[in-house]
């Protein structure tokens, strides 16, 4: 917190600071203030006319319609000067889009600014139209007047401006957005008063508004309703009470769908009224709208649809099961029992309407008493309706059964009992016309219209969102025909293979008479538990596998979409080979704009003739560019973007210097006339060509040429290295000299006859192999440093006899070539030498000439297909896939002045920016410093980097860390997940559009200068001193234009038109208090910004007043590269503290005020972007303009590319886990399925669609800490439209370690059981059609739902396999069945258990798709033998321990997963610590099951019935206990081992203290592990308890089995276990109670104490051992009975911890739960401890872990091991 004084509100105008436009000052210097439309926009704003001058202030000439608002409601002078630009630049980019363009360019259209209104206030006149009160936007009387037309402008310009005045001031009410509809409704209202000219009734003086002065807005319009948020969520007690005890911010905002909001808070705001928090607790407002309840019972409420769906399925799928025929239709009496259904569907409405009542009853008020009405009369209706079912249901049986038959009086009541039923299905037939219709759903849903409300009362609360979501027809019948195949398939296959297969062991086991169970059974022999246990599974099964079907159909209809979508046609850099000549082709039709046709006609003219010409590209069809030569500007236009690429490429060290050579697009030069392809392309063409000529020496030329112009790249090789030869040989000869002479007509001959077409009649082709040979050793002497000319004398006059004398057929004589001029007149050329003081070199600083010297080199010489180039792995795949994606559909590419403005936005906190130079060289305690694992996980990338620091000065690696630290900083972060390499992606924007602006302006002799660039630009992103001090950012590659263009006069240059339309925003939320505390990112974030002009940083700046007063400002600063220091832009003051909700969308809504544009891209910090992506971004931003079904869309979804693949296999998996994610799976949701919602963070907003409803996330507390998928959630209820674009795609970073991922799957989950409760996702799953619900339900929630319910599966199935074992029901059922269908029912639900293995399909699919079939196999393969099952079966646990707890206790929070390398050993303690509650205690719980079925069921007996059973079990088990280890580096490395132990154990008896922390005391971590029990329902509480009983059931069934019960089964068997219990309780509470009282002090007594409960114990149990039948095996079998309920009475007394904390139990609850712990480590401790003493199993762990390294050259076994080799 800073401690200077509170900041000056006005700035001098001639000092004022500006963003990006200087609007204060029209003649200052800026390529901005060149464009018309600019001035245009700020002249309108200057019309200020006759308008009220505000009262006690001089309102200026300079001041503007901003200014005056700003004066006349008390906005702060700094956000009036932020929205005037926002307005400007807007208005500016829309005029310049404008078609046709406005005749009057230097004035702003209405067209524009009506527009605009209509759009930014849309959802202000939805909401007037809502609630039915008169819209205070007056829409101006068209007019051709001029007065009028200027002041209906000025009064559409006024409402602009007022709406964004109101909300970038409005701080956390952003989140709210009808609240700021009511606020911008009552000041328009004023605004329309003062403009009309009225009198205040009360003074009858001129009308004003009701509050202005210094921050009138702010204090009293913001801070109140900012107050009542305040304290609601401080009395959620950090969001750990229940939702329903507080109001967040969408039971505010929801107060505002209610016409009470107007007449409760009046205008002026009456801050007496009950919704803020001056009212008492009990007096205020309570929820709105809807009440959060934590319970799984959401999950049924929110997708009623789909459960009763599945089980009225599953209820006459069981009926006609049972029944004896095979058909239902063949048995009248199974077609009327079919007909209980409508009962069950009856009592299933029941149970929902019952749910609502309960869970929202709290909604219920005064105000609230239809709400009321409705929920009791549900509740009614569904009890009359069940009743009335089984009333008339009964009726049929009776009639039939008192007939004896089925007769007509029968007939007839099942035709009232149908008639019932189409009664009651009624509204369910209107529901399906209206889904085969849905533009009529969605027109009366949208009608504001009381009978409307009336109709849908019954059905839905009144809400504003959620209206008119239905879809296209043509959408509608696909995503339809997609659930439709898909629950055809479901319901088919749970028919034959889950449900038929059980109904004989049912009926077997129900008709075991005379059964004898092995316990006191207290309900009788009917088995009835037995059919439960056997069923259990199997519904579980039946209620998830759903979920494994639709990700079957969706992985096989997203590759097949990607298929068409061209992914993947392009998959190597061999592919873009063969296709180089269309790609140039296809860059040029997909990124260079192209003027707009006029007229409807000629549009779709155009889109034909764009289609065809695609399909020309993409197929190679035709000639659709004419053979692309040098003197063409197209060819030169490519290579200026191609080459642009390649140095970006060698900027990130991607490639190396000579790399660079091979990929470039040389420039126009030498006069060659042809294109000049990178020398990858031509390789070896020449040799060849060479070879073919040898072969062909007699054919006719045509023939030889035309087998040389089979490949283009041949013939080009051929001519461009008979073109570069003749100029080399021109440019070494001096002028004047004889030698030019001879040389010249010896050329001009070779030139004519090959014109002639009489190559092969004049000449032998056979010499040419000397002649090659010859200019090879010239162009090798030429680039000798040494150059001796005498070796070049040489070489020139032996090509000159080969040339005049061997090559011709026909022998010359030497007075011949003199008379031809090819000989000398004067000398003798049999003996002396030519050329001897002819030569002419060009100097060393030519470096061009000596650079094209080394390409004609490489074509002459390339005997290497060059495969392999580039060799970097990550350069390969971004060529592949740019290549591939311009062969993709894409919206034409508008030119930069008429594209679209966008702006990023990047929240940061307080991670890294820059590894600091101590952090690169710290060690671990393998001695490995971060610096060097970089070296060996990117060592071509470390090479090239050394190289280029070589070039740069530096002699030696070692001389890096002194000359050049900050590039070594900079090239370790750009590997890293640092703000730093985001920041550089980002910014390649910038870069893009200044390079297409130049070409989008330039003429064709700008764009042929452009080709003329220095070979080696001095264009870096890192800073040409290496020193720690802050350099002036390098000079970009500057492009040169003509200035002979009028555009160039007219128009600004490119950096102002990048300005213009691009701005980067990161939200540093803290870099003031890192500014203030000299904190290393502060210097660091500075850095950033002074290498790149179009950041800006904003952040929150708190100001001490003194006296405990603190004042809040918005922060935007920006680095003044004329000032040379960082300089303050904007400083709007917030009513409070920013962070109310969760931390990041606070951040982000602070900061997103300062962001321009029509489109908003959200980056995270762990992201990163790329050059040749960028160059796309106009064509991505064209779709907002386009219709994708019957909506334009709201979010561009953007496909991801992971970057973090290559660091481990682990995080390979997590790479190609989220890349099917992110690639097929978003790929289906947006099309056909249409429920995409905003997944990743690269997707594009429409900005002015979202700032009024609400932004880019929600913040609510807890509820929203998946906040970015509430964006799509909103979007979709307010009738936005989410696409998905894989043309394009932004780099991100995931975590590479296990206990990173674990703690982000953590997140996720959690973050999905709070969505499971919030009101979104109960609104969607309502709203939506079902079929789109099904898809909604499906990748959202539903995705975790099911994941719990496979576990949940596993245990059903085991714990129900244990009944029947130890039951004694098995045995019996296995002796009296001569069948074997028992063990088939068990085998299938293994068998579907087992199904979870197609969860792998979209990945496969996926990488099939964009890498070719047989790689996609193999990495599979690869990834299994690295046991990447290990780690999905693992990831399986985390996702549902965390989704159910969630649910059932809250607890969710944000966990920091750090984002670093992990190459570090993690403990056995902090694995401990993580895992032991997920997945270490469940594992062991479901080992002791299988032992003991093993041991007493009598299908175990049979080893490969038991293997085939459990086999699925038991791995699942293996990989939660051993995948920490095996995930670990040097988890089996046994030194490792030992110390990890005695650290265990010495955390586990650590004392502890107040102060602390879980990775130092067990106590406190034991403590920690229970906070979600503090904050959850009573609810909650008993369900944790009923729980944990199971563990009961171990003692229960097992004592029973012990000899010592001598086969009784009497409840006194069961009863005498639990004395010994107590009698092992009391004896190890007397050890406690002696150890406290008598240890210390008297501690012979103490001795005494412990031998004498020894000796007693042991007498006892030797005596028993004597007397009776108890045998040692007992006693051990006797600790898997009784551990388990040891455990189940401490987990029950967990949660009874209020009542038992302050008794004597809760210190024994504490030592015994130690003791447990010490066990659960130990057994965990085993296997890795066995593993570690193995020899070999550590390397081979080390293999398995770090393969994916290996695979490029890392020599991770010398990482390990710490040796570093120099």
Not at 320 to 345: C, E, G, H, Y
Not at 346 to 374: C, P
Request: hydrophobic share 45%; net charge positive; glycine share 6%.
């Amino acid at each position: 917190m800073s401690m200077r004084p509170r900041p000056s509100t006005a700035t001098a105008p001639s000092l004022e600071v500006y963003n990006i436009i200087p609007i204060h000052d029209f003649l200052t210097e800026h390529p901005s203030l060149r464009y018309p439309e600019v001035r245009a926009a700020a002249a309108a704003l200057k019309v200020v006319g006759d308008l009220p001058k505000p009262p006690f202030v001089d309102f200026t000439p300079r001041m503007d319609l901003m200014d005056w608002l700003g004066l006349l409601f008390g906005f702060q002078l700094d956000n009036v000067r932020n929205q005037r630009e926002n307005l400007v630049l807007h208005l500016a980019n829309c005029q310049m889009r404008l078609q046709p363009p406005p005749i009057h360019p230097d004035g702003l259209d209405p067209t524009v600014l009506r527009r605009f209104r209509k759009k930014l206030l849309r959802n202000y006149t939805n909401w007037c139209s809502f609630l039915g009160v008169r819209c205070h936007v007056t829409s101006p009387a068209h007019s051709r007047h001029q007065t009028n037309v200027v002041l209906n402008l000025r009064r559409e310009l006024l409402y602009v401006a007022l709406y964004l005045l109101i909300w970038g001031e409005s701080a956390n009410l952003r989140f709210m957005p009808e609240c700021i509809c009511y606020i911008f409704h009552h000041m328009a209202m004023e605004l329309n008063k003062v403009l009309g000219g009225e009198f205040d009734d009360m003074t009858g003086m001129p009308y004003w508004p009701s509050f202005s002065g210094d921050c009138a807005y702010l204090k009293s319009v913001v801070m109140p309703i900012y107050r009542t948020v305040k304290t609601e969520v401080e009395s959620s007690n950090n969001g750990t009470k229940p939702h329903s005890a507080w109001r967040n911010y969408d039971d505010i905002n929801e107060y505002f769908w209610r016409k009470r909001a107007l007449k409760s808070l009046k205008w002026p705001l009456d801050c007496t009224s009950n919704f803020f928090d001056t009212t008492p607790k009990s007096s205020r407002v309570g929820k709105t709208g809807f009440v959060e309840q934590r319970s799984f019972w959401n999950v049924f409420r929110s997708f009623d649809r789909l459960w009763i769906l599945l089980l009225l399925y599953l209820q006459a799928a069981i009926i006609v099961a049972t029944s004896r025929v095979q058909f239902p239709w063949q048995d009248k009496d199974v077609a009327v029992t079919l007909l209980t259904i409508f009962i069950s569907w009856a009592g299933l409405r029941l149970l929902q309407s019952v749910l609502d009542a309960s869970t929202q009853y709290s909604l219920v008020g005064r105000e609230t008493f239809w709400l009321f009405v409705r929920l009791i009369l549900k509740v009614l209706v569904a009890v009359a309706w069940t009743v009335l079912f089984s009333v008339f249901y009964a009726r049929i049986w009776s009639q039939k059964n008192q007939d004896r038959g089925w007769s007509r009086a029968a007939n007839d009541r099942i035709v009232v009992f149908l008639k019932v039923v189409f009664v009651y299905l009624i509204p369910e037939m209107l529901a399906l016309v209206l889904f085969i219709v849905p533009c009529i759903r969605n027109w009366i849903e949208e009608l504001n219209l009381g009978i409307v409300y009336l109709l849908t009362w019954w059905f839905y609360s009144k809400s504003f969102v959620g209206r008119g979501l239905r879809e296209g027809l043509v959408d509608n019948v696909k995503y339809s025909i997609f659930w439709i195949v898909v629950l055809a398939t479901k319901f088919i296959f749970s028919y034959f293979l889950q449900i038929k297969p059980l109904i004989a062991p049912t009926r077997a086991l129900l008709n075991l008479k005379n059964a004898t169970y092995n316990w006191h059974e207290f309900f009788g022999s009917t088995h009835r538990i037995a059919v439960v246990m056997l069923w259990l599974p199997v519904l579980l099964v039946y209620l998830m596998d759903l979920q494994i079907w639709y990700s079957i159909y969706s992985s096989l209809v997203g590759a097949t979409i990607g298929l068409f979508s061209h992914l993947g046609e392009i998959r190597n850099i061999d592919q873009l080979r063969l296709r180089f000549q269309f790609f140039a082709s296809a860059m040029q039709f997909n990124l260079k704009p192209e003027e707009h046709l006029l007229g409807p006609k000629a549009t779709l003219l155009k889109k034909a003739r764009d289609a065809i010409h695609r399909l020309k590209l993409r197929y190679g069809i035709g000639q659709p560019f004419n053979k692309i030569e040098s003197s063409q500007v197209e060819a030169t236009w490519f290579a200026l973007l191609w080459n642009e690429i390649i140095l970006t490429f060698r900027e990130e060290d991607l490639i190396s210097d000579r790399e660079v050579e091979l990929l470039e697009l040389p420039p126009n030069c030498w006069n060659i006339q042809v294109i000049r392809w990178p020398c990858f392309l031509l390789c070896n063409e020449l040799l060849l060509a060479l070879s073919q000529a040898n072969e062909l020496c007699d054919a006719p030329d045509r023939w030889l040429w035309s087998k040389i112009c089979t490949s283009e790249y041949r013939r080009c090789a051929v001519i461009e290295a008979f073109d570069s030869i003749k100029f080399v040989i021109r440019k070494i000869v001096k002028n004047g000299t004889e030698e030019e002479s001879i040389v010249n007509r010896l050329l001009n001959e070779i030139d004519e006859n090959v014109e002639n077409g009489k190559v092969t009649q004049v000449y032998k082709l056979t010499v040419l192999l000397k002649i090659h040979e010859k200019l090879i050793s010239l162009l090798e002497r030429l680039m000798d440093p040494d150059k001796k000319v005498f070796r070049i004398v040489n070489i020139l006059q032996a090509l000159y006899e080969l040339c005049a004398w061997e090559f011709p057929k026909t022998r010359r004589s030497t007075q011949q070539l003199r008379q031809l001029g090819l000989a000398p007149v004067n000398l003798n050329a049999d003996t002396e030498l030519l050329f001897v003081n002819a030569i002419n070199l060009p100097p060393p600083e030519d470096v061009v000439f000596y650079r094209q010297i080394r390409r004609v080199h490489t074509i002459l010489t390339s005997r290497d297909p060059m495969h392999n180039v580039p060799k970097n792995l990550e350069a390969r795949e971004r060529l592949a896939f740019f290549s591939n994606s311009l062969f993709m559909n894409m919206p034409q590419a508008p030119s930069v002045e008429k594209m679209l403005a966008f702006s990023v936005l990047t929240p940061y906190y307080d991670e890294e920016v820059m590894y600091r130079q101590e952090m690169l060289r710290a060690e671990n305690e393998d001695g490995i410093s971060t610096l060097f694992y970089l070296q060996k996980i990117y060592e071509d990338e470390w090479v090239n980097f050394v190289e280029r620091m070589r070039r740069e000065g530096v002699e030696n690696e070692n001389e890096i860390w002194s000359k050049k630290v900050r590039d070594l900083r900079l090239w370790a972060s750009y590997r890293g997940q640092t703000l730093s390499r985001t920041v550089r992606g980002m910014m390649y924007y910038y870069s893009a559009l200044k390079k297409l602006a130049f070409l989008d302006s330039a003429s064709e002799m700008d764009i042929s200068m452009g080709t003329q660039i220095a070979p080696e630009p001095p264009r870096s992103y890192y800073t040409r001193d290496g020193g720690d001090n802050i350099l002036q950012p390098t000079a970009a590659q500057e492009i040169s234009r003509m200035a002979n263009g009028i555009g160039h006069l007219f128009k600004g240059s490119e950096s102002g038109s990048a300005m213009m339309k691009f701005t980067y925003v990161v939200a540093c939320q803290v870099y003031g208090q890192h500014k203030a505390k000299g904190d290393h990112r502060a210097e660091e974030i500075l850095f950033l910004m002074k290498n790149h002009e179009a950041l800006r940083i904003a952040y929150v700046d708190e100001v001490n007043l003194g006296l405990g007063n603190v004042e809040y400002y918005s922060v935007l600063v920006k680095f003044d590269q004329r000032l040379q220091r960082e300089v303050e832009i904007y400083r709007i003051r917030l009513p409070g503290p920013l962070k109310l909700g969760e931390g990041k969308p606070e951040n982000q809504n602070h900061a997103i005020i300062f962001t321009r544009g029509d489109a908003i891209q959200t980056i995270d910090m762990n992201q990163d972007n790329h050059f040749e992506e960028a160059l796309k971004m106009r064509n991505l931003l064209e779709s907002f303009k386009k219709n994708y079904g019957i909506r334009k869309p709201t979010i561009l979804g953007v496909r991801e590319k992971v970057f973090t693949g290559s660091v481990s296999s682990l995080a390979w998996f997590m790479s190609s886990q989220e890349t099917s994610f992110v690639t097929l799976g978003q790929r289906v949701l947006a099309n056909p399925l249409k429920v995409r919602m905003h997944y990743g963070h690269p997707d594009v907003f429409d900005r002015f669609w979202f700032i009024p409803r609400g932004g880019i996330s929600k913040a609510s507390r807890v509820i929203n800490i998946s906040e970015d998928i509430f964006a799509g959630f909103n979007c979709t209820l307010r009738g936005g439209n989410v696409t998905h674009h894989e043309y394009i795609q932004v780099g991100k970073g995931r975590d590479v370690g296990l206990n990173q991922i674990s703690m982000f799957e953590a997140k996720v989950a959690s973050g999905n059981g709070e969505q499971a409760l919030s009101r979104d996702v109960y609104r969607l799953g309502h709203r939506l059609d079902f079929f789109r619900m099904l898809s909604f339900f499906y990748t959202t929630v539903g995705y975790y739902f099911n994941t719990m319910l496979i576990v949940f599966t596993v245990y059903a199935f085991l714990w129900g396999r244990l009944y029947l074992a130890l039951s004694g029901v098995e045995k019996i059922a296995k002796d009296r069945s001569s069948s074997n269908e028992a063990l088939g029912a068990i085998l299938n639900q293994q068998f579907v258990i087992q199904l979870g293995l197609f969860t792998a399909l979209p990945m496969i699919l996926e990488n099939s798709l964009e890498r070719g079939f047989l790689p996609a196999i193999w990495d599979f393969i690869t990834m299994q033998l690295q046991l990447a099952s290990f780690f999905y079966t693992f990831s399986l646990g985390t996702r549902s321990h965390y989704f159910g707890r969630t649910i059932l206790h809250g607890g969710a929070k944000y966990r920091a997963t750090g984002r670093g390398f992990v190459v570090e050993h993690k403990k056995f303690a902090e694995n401990y610590r993580l895992y032991a509650r997920t997945h270490f205690i469940k594992a062991i719980e479901l080992a002791i099951i299988l032992l003991v079925y093993a041991a007493y069921s009598p299908l175990a007996k049979s080893s490969l019935v038991y293997i085939l059973m459990t086999i699925s079990s038991w791995f699942l088990i293996i990989s939660w206990i051993i995948s920490p280890f095996l995930f670990n580096p040097s988890g089996f490395d046994w030194l490792k081992t030992v110390y990890d132990f005695d650290d265990f154990m010495g955390w586990l008896w650590s004392r502890g203290g107040l102060f602390t922390k879980a990775d130092q005391s067990w106590f406190t971590w034991w403590n920690e592990e229970q906070d979600h029990l503090k904050t959850t329902g009573v609810w909650g509480k008993l369900l944790e308890i009923l729980l944990d009983l199971r563990f009961f059931f171990f003692q229960y069934s097992i004592v029973y089995h012990l000899r010592i019960a001598e086969d009784r089964t009497s409840i006194g068997v069961y009863l005498i276990s639990w004395a010994c219990i107590i009698g092992i309780a009391a004896i190890y509470i007397t050890t406690i109670y002696a150890q406290k009282r008598f240890s210390v002090k008297e501690h012979i007594k103490y001795r005494f104490i412990q031998f004498l409960i020894i000796w007693l114990t042991v007498l006892v149990v030797v005596l028993m051992l004597q007397f009776t039948e108890l045998t040692v095996v007992d006693l051990l079998i006797s600790l898997l009975a009784f551990i388990p309920t040891g455990w189940g009475l401490i987990s029950i007394a967990q949660v009874l911890k209020p009542f038992l904390i302050s008794t004597v139990v809760w210190d024994t609850v504490i030592s015994v739960a130690r003791l447990y712990d010490l066990f659960f480590g130990l057994i965990v401790m085993a296997p890795v401890a066995l593993l570690s003493w193995l020899p070999g199993f550590q390397n081979m762990q080390t293999r398995i872990l770090f393969n994916e390294a290996f695979s490029r050259g890392l020599q991770i076994s010398i990482i390990l091991a710490g040796k570093k080799s120099t």
